[in-house]
Nanobody, 122 residues
């Protein structure tokens, strides 16, 4: 399974970005997918997850109400819509997938893509 994240960039505080994650390879399997982020000097942090059907989602408290995770299985793509961005959202964002039963919060997943940089200026 390969994951490719895109959509990062530089945005002012209060702005929006939409990240995309294209999943390829064994897409016949049903994977939960998540977004994580890592800021400089900090540990990797869980952001949000979504189950294969898209009916189950879970977000970290730090982004709840501002970020929305969704997926389009016909396009093998998972999205992270980020609104009301804050400077503290600045990080490299990673998408990941996991073949195990979805369980809302994850500290790790089976498969990882390369990250995309999000920078929020004040």
């Amino acid at each position: 399974v390969q994951l490719q994240a895109s959509g990062g960039g530089l945005v002012q505080a209060g702005g929006s970005l939409r990240l995309s994650c294209v999943i390829s390879g064994r897409t016949s399997s049903r994977y939960a997918t998540g977004w994580f982020r890592q800021a400089p000097g900090k540990e990797r942090e869980f952001v949000a997850s979504i189950n294969w059907s898209g009916r189950g989602t879970f977000s970290a408290d730090s982004v709840k109400g501002r970020f929305t995770i969704s997926r389009d299985n016909a396009k093998n793509t998972v999205y992270l819509q980020m609104n009301s961005l804050k400077p503290e959202d600045t990080a490299v964002y990673y998408c990941a997938a996991d073949g195990r039963t979805w369980r809302s919060y994850y500290d790790d997943m089976n498969y990882w893509g390369k990250g995309t940089q999000v920078t929020v200026s004040s």
